[in-house]
């Protein structure tokens, strides 16, 4: 294990984080305030629960968080916004009608979705994009005019398409690398600020 992985695991255990990946959440939250007070914000990929935990603690007791995952576990947001766990695939209608059901739009939509890696760089980074573009389909219905994005999707070959898009859909895009993800990592994430409604 590469010594910045041993570093952001130790953190991420000493501060009651289940991965290290809150890391990635909480550096866009220091640079860009993606996340205030009352908001109500939609976790996808919310397995194991770190940004799920993260967020309930910035937005507060007045905001909220629905977290949606395929795999099931118990998340436990100790303190913050009221927390709700959808299990399920999120393209699917009826797991999007139980998310609207709690909530019918958003302030921000956080995705750490990821595929089941293959080895396959470029197929890989293909079903990467292809859950990124199926993230910015729902944020169409799904996030309040005004509201914002944070996307992980791996770069490659199509990723300037998807920035594109993004741009039809957002007043500001910008693409951001933590310092937190692995510097051979291929992951990097899309912000999208005011949704354009």
Known sequence: MKQV???YFRKARKEGYPARSVYKLEEA???????RPGDKVLDLGCQPGSWAI???????????????????????????APFHFVLGDI??????????????RYQVLISD?????TGNRWADQQQSLRLARTVLELA???LLPGGH????????????DLVAQARTLFAKVRVFKPKSSRAESREIFLLGWNYQD
Do not use: H, W
Request: charged share 25%; with cysteine.
């Open 140 to 142: 169409q219905g799904l």
């Open 113 to 117: 979705m990821a595929p089941r890696t």
């Open 149 to 160: 994005l944070y996307c992980k999707v791996f770069e490659g070959e199509d990723f300037q």
């Open 54 to 80: 993260y967020a309930a603690r910035v937005v507060g007791s007045g905001g909220l968080v629905v977290g949606v995952d395929i795999n099931p576990g118990p998340i436990k947001t100790r303190g913050g």
């Open 91 to 104: 393209t699917r209608e009826s797991v999007q009608e139980k998310v609207r059901n709690i909530c019918p």
């Open 29 to 35: 939250q220091k640079k860009f305030s993606l996340l």
């Open 5 to 7: 992985q041993d570093y």
